[in-house]
């Protein structure tokens, strides 16, 4: 297995006419490289972003490279619930079946704490709670698909995360960085919860978790508190992060390859898994506590006002 996976790029990616893919948050970014790579390879794309004019000029962006390329914007706001059931509802409308759904949007340490259109906090609430509710409302189009998979973007900061019941907002205490690696985690034990559910009730969906490493994005620059060093890494010592090319393959990998499996987490192979090509990480201890999971899964429900 490790030398199927060796330096596997973008290039491995087969191709794949009929497919649909629906990405979160690529408009820019890792998810922007996503959508680049999949019409690449034939397949067809939706760009989702809250910007209109942010989705003309990423669809532009990839004709411009590929002008072949099967690509549409749909406009959707993962911190606001009833954006993602507007969203939802046009596509069961379609009736199209969705091959991948790739949870990629994500908002990293604003520095104040701040609250999405439900009043959830925004990192817990976009982070965790959109991707539930989107997953949850698709879950009929995936289930039209063979084989279809849903690949959820964790992030190494996950590593330092814990589910804290007692403040799942961040009302008596807001840390950007700790409210961050909360939401981080939640997305690892979603996409693993989701493996066990679709193989408890036959969906045959395979759900992947995936994290990036340490990449050259925007989100980074937008840090604060303890991660404002990370800003400052990330201005004055760029080679310390590879290209957002680069951090998207374990995502892209777990998208596409033969080799990737439901409920297992991908990311880069070097440097504690900050840099490199795919390879499977090391999920952290905490992310394999199933009485904490188990929980999540059930109170996740609640807030997002969906039940799988």
Avoid at 2 to 25: F, H, M
Avoid at 180 to 199: D, I, P, V
């Amino acid at each position: 297995m490790e030398n199927d996976i060796k330096n596997w790029t973008a290039s491995n990616i087969p191709q794949r006419n009929d497919g649909l893919a629906v990405i979160t948050g690529s408009t820019e970014g890792i998810g922007f490289e996503d959508a680049l790579a999949l019409s690449s390879a034939s397949w067809n794309v939706i760009v989702m972003g809250r910007n209109a004019q942010n989705g003309a000029d990423a669809i532009a962006k990839i004709q411009q490279i590929n002008p072949k390329a099967k690509v549409s914007f749909e406009k959707i706001d993962l911190a606001d619930l009833s954006s993602i059931k507007s969203f939802a509802s046009r596509m069961l409308a379609k009736g199209r079946a969705i091959d991948l759904l790739i949870n990629n949007a994500g908002v990293m340490t604003p520095p104040h704490r701040l609250e999405t259109a439900d009043g959830l906090e925004l990192q817990f609430g976009t982070n965790h709670i959109g991707h539930f509710a989107l997953t949850a409302q698709l879950l009929p189009l995936l289930q039209k698909a063979t084989n279809a998979r849903v690949v959820t973007v964790s992030s190494i900061a996950s590593r330092s995360g814990a589910i804290h019941f007692d403040d799942l907002q961040s009302k008596a205490s807001y840390v950007p960085g700790k409210a961050y690696s909360q939401s981080k985690l939640a997305n690892l034990m979603f996409a693993l919860e989701l493996q066990r559910q679709s193989e408890k009730h036959g969906w045959g969906i395979a759900s992947i978790a995936s994290h990036p490493g340490i990449s050259r994005t925007n989100l980074l620059i937008t840090g604060a508190g303890k991660w404002s060093a990370t800003g400052i890494m990330r201005r004055f010592l760029p080679f310390l992060f590879q290209p957002q090319s680069q951090g998207a393959l374990p995502t892209l990998f777990a998208s596409t390859s033969p080799e990737a499996k439901g409920g297992l987490y991908y990311g880069p192979n070097k440097m504690s898994e900050t840099r490199g090509f795919p390879a499977i990480a090391k999920v952290p201890e905490q992310a394999n506590d199933l009485a904490v999971v188990q929980k999540l899964w059930e109170v996740t429900q609640k807030l997002a006002k969906v039940q799988f």
